[in-house]
Structure formats: structure tokens, C-alpha cells
């Protein structure tokens, strides 16, 4: 290993450059799937309040929220759905794991979304 006069060798150069590369491969790996998990989140909400206004079924519901899921790439199954359908509001509640292939190993990242909203006409 060659010492230049400042003292820095190029193997910390080095260093910092596989350290950088791999922290931007996880970041193109990673970034993508949690940013299709937080839009699709965003979604719930405005579509939950649709379905309150409209009174529409639970099976409708799940039927949109699977919609939206399969739009945003999200690993949503049926039974990750919970709506809770009361007399004034309805609270819909979903739970996922989110699997993010990261070469070396798969990372599950847990996602839950909560959104109440109450039901009726807007008149």
C-alpha cells in the first residue's frame, strides 16, 4: 500500500467507493417498492371515503382496494383486509408484508394503512 505526502492511501478511496455503490443498489432496490407502497396508501384514503359517501358494500370495497393493490404492485390478499362497517362510519383496515428483493436476501417490510370514515350523503 502507497502512502502519498498527505498521508491518504488509495485504499480508502476504494472504500468509499464500493460503500457507495452499494448503498446506491440498495436504494434503487429498495426505493422503488416502498414508494409504489406509500402511493398506494395515499389511494386508500380518498377511495375509503367514496365507498362511505356511496354506502357501497364490503365486497365491493375489497374489490376496489384489490384494484388499487394490483395497480400499485402491492402483495395484498383478501384476508390482509379488515373493514369494520358501523352505523355512522366504517373503518377499513389493511396489513401486508411487503417483500423487497435485495439480491443477498429478501427484507419484509410490514405496511398498515387505517383510514375511518363516515358514512352518508354529503347534502
Keep these: ?26 436504494a434503487l432496490k429498495f426505493v422503488p417498492p416502498y414508494y409504489n407502497s406509500t402511493s398506494f396508501m395515499d389511494e386508500i384514503e380518498p377511495l375509503v371515503t367514496r ?3 356511496r354506502q357501497d358494500s364490503e365486497k365491493k370495497i375489497r374489490e376496489l382496494i384489490l384494484q388499487v393493490a394490483m395497480k ?9 383486509i379488515r373493514i369494520a362497517k358501523r352505523t355512522n362510519d ?4 389493511i396489513k401486508w408484508v411487503l417483500p423487497i428483493d435485495l439480491s443477498v436476501t429478501v427484507y419484509n417490510l410490514d405496511r398498515e394503512v387505517k383510514v ?8
Excluded at 404492485?73 to 390482509?80: G, K, V, W
Excluded at 370514515?117 to 354529503?122: E, F, V, Y
Aim: proline content about 2%; some cysteine.
Design 116 to 123: 375511518t370514515s363516515l358514512t352518508g350523503s354529503l347534502r
Design 51 to 53: 365507498s362511505a359517501v
Design 72 to 80: 400499485h404492485e402491492q402483495p395484498i390478499q383478501d384476508s390482509d
Design 1 to 26: 500500500m502507497h502512502i502519498n505526502r498527505t498521508g491518504e492511501s488509495k485504499l480508502g478511496c476504494l472504500v468509499s467507493l464500493v460503500l457507495l455503490a452499494a448503498a446506491a443498489f440498495f
Design 90 to 93: 366504517i373503518t377499513v383496515e
